[in-house]
């Protein structure tokens, strides 16, 4: 039952990838040099594949992986130095309400309603205001904009170690020998550049990719051990994601099914597990969230007057192009109390979804669609057209980009034809692995951008379960090549 339950999830996560990569056709600018580019670049990495499949001394790779990592570091580094935007919007408010916690841990600033009504940002403003706090403790003092080069070497080590792991996981996915493979992974993560883009827009979008991979690695864990501790740790984690990033709440839903879908466990150790999982979940959520809430950091006694009700995200996803949208906002916070609102925006929502006629919202679901999954550079592009300072280097960002929109593009149609293929492969595998979460983790957040407020960005956060996937079919691939060829590789 499970294994065909399983089957079925591929074919729908195959069907979702042919269909970006027919959205993409329609989407995306200059498609056919798009196309060239990407069959060119799969080219060039399964060449490489090939190239470490026949690998003889794997051990030998351990000092140019790390050498490989610090330069990914450091590379990150200088180009978030260089191009660094100006902070705007949710990032302008969590970067601005800094000083307020660290003069006197109370928002009373400029900012003090804007987290009233947007919590979901608390969890970074603490994150960097705790960095900023530990930086004066060696005389580093926050002097606003002047000081964001720290915090953009902090994003910076956040998505290095989020590759790390990320290509370590690949590794031990991979089996006893997996060290090529982790090359290869390391080679495909420093060639995509939203990794490079958004390390100066240190938003929670970048950083949910670290709780995902975080997750992923921990399950991986839990799936060879079996031990609760690592159950345990992983709902942590998936718990501090979800306060850093609401939308990491679709992974959490994934981790439970694929503690579910571990054939290779007894059903009382799977039990277990999604138990230690859900507890240390909720700890993890209900624990900071009661701390912040009696801390006095906020004035939520306001909450009623000011706050948003979800619906005002739902109701986004079906109005206008399904992106955020500051006519719901207002039409919200023209009603006095929360039930008001809730009412209010319960009533425009099924309005909505009224007006479209079937064919409507078909033809309206594409679009926005399109507009999610077809942006290889996750709208990073249109944030650093701002430099806070011009330079020669920052010059290349405010004009129309079209070079790296090509390269962006063509990077995100080659994952998708990769996992398309990766998919298709792995139609006759029985076991268990870590592509089962984050498949299904990418397919789920596909299904929630029909219910809520949707945007290029906030997919971002699957990048690295698009990138897993692509060097698991890369390797199958290389190794199935070198098989028949009579050099045999390592299996992945």
Same mark, same amino acid.
């Given at each position: ?87 705007? +919007? ?40 705790? =960095? ?14 002047? +000081? ?6 902090? !994003? ?15 590794? %031990? ?10 090359? *290869? ?20 979008? @970048? ?15 839990? !799936? ?66 009661? *701390?912040?809430?009696? &801390? ?11 706050? *948003? ?33 809730? %009412?209010?925006? $319960? ?6 979804? $009224? ?9 309206? +679901? ?10 290889? &550079?996750?709208?990073?592009? =249109? ?6 300072? @011009? ?34 492969? +792995?139609?006759? $595998? ?10 299904? &983790? ?35 691939? @290389? !190794? ?13």
């Amino acid at each position: 039952m499970l294994l065909y339950l399983k089957k079925t999830l591929w074919v729908f996560f195959a069907c979702l990838m042919a269909g970006f990569l027919a959205f993409s056709a329609f989407a995306m600018q200059d498609f056919l040099l798009v196309l060239a580019l990407a069959a060119v670049l799969a080219a060039a990495f399964f060449l490489a594949a090939r190239r470490l499949a026949a690998c003889s001394r794997p051990q030998a790779l351990k000092w140019p992986l790390r050498a490989g990592y610090a330069l990914f570091f450091v590379a990150l580094c200088v180009f978030g130095l260089l191009a660094l935007p100006s902070p705007h +919007s949710d990032l302008a408010a969590v970067y601005g309400a800094i000083p307020d916690v660290l003069d006197n841990f109370t928002l009373d600033g400029a900012y003090a309603d804007y987290f009233v009504y947007y919590y979901n940002n608390i969890a970074l403003l603490l994150l960097f205001s705790g =960095l900023y706090a530990l930086a004066g403790v060696f005389g580093f003092e926050f002097a606003g904009n002047a +000081s964001m080069g720290l915090a953009v070497v902090f !994003s910076a080590a956040v998505l290095a170690c989020t590759v790390v792991l990320l290509c370590k996981l690949v590794a %031990q996915a991979a089996g006893r020998g997996g060290r090529p493979l982790e090359a *290869l992974a390391l080679l495909l993560c420093a060639l995509c550049l939203p990794f490079y883009f958004y390390t100066p827009v240190f938003y929670t979008d @970048a950083f949910a990719m670290f709780f995902l991979v975080a997750e992923a690695w921990l399950l991986f864990r839990f !799936s060879r051990s079996g031990r609760l501790a690592a159950a345990a740790a992983c709902g942590a984690v998936a718990g501090l994601g979800v306060l850093m990033k609401g939308t990491l709440a679709v992974p959490v839903v994934a981790l439970a099914i694929s503690i579910c879908f571990m054939g290779s466990l007894a059903v009382k150790k799977r039990l277990a597990g999604l138990a230690a999982l859900a507890g240390a979940f909720a700890l993890a959520v209900a624990v900071p969230a009661w *701390l912040v809430l009696h &801390s006095g950091l906020a004035d939520f006694s306001r909450y009623d007057a000011l706050g *948003l009700p979800v619906q005002t995200w739902m109701c986004m996803s079906v109005h206008g192009g399904g992106a955020y949208c500051q006519d719901c906002v207002d039409y919200a916070r023209s009603f006095p109390t929360m039930a008001a609102r809730t %009412q209010a925006m $319960q009533a425009r929502l099924a309005g909505f979804y $009224q007006s479209y006629s079937l064919p409507e919202y078909l033809r309206f +679901s594409a679009r926005k669609t399109a507009t999610v999954w077809c942006d290889g &550079s996750y709208e990073a592009l =249109l944030y650093l057209k701002w430099p806070q300072q @011009a330079n020669t280097f920052n010059a290349l960002f405010t004009g129309s980009c079209r070079g790296f929109w090509v390269w962006c593009n063509a990077y995100l149609v080659m994952l998708y034809g990769l996992n398309l293929a990766g998919v298709l492969a +792995s139609f006759r $595998q029985k076991e268990w692995d870590i592509r089962f979460f984050l498949r299904l &983790s990418v397919f789920g957040l596909f299904l929630y951008f029909f219910l809520m407020e949707a945007a290029a960005r906030r997919a971002l956060m699957v990048l690295p379960a698009l990138l897993l996937g692509a060097a698991s079919a890369l390797w199958h691939l @290389a !190794s199935k090549d070198k098989a028949r060829t009579g050099q045999p590789g390592r299996a992945a």
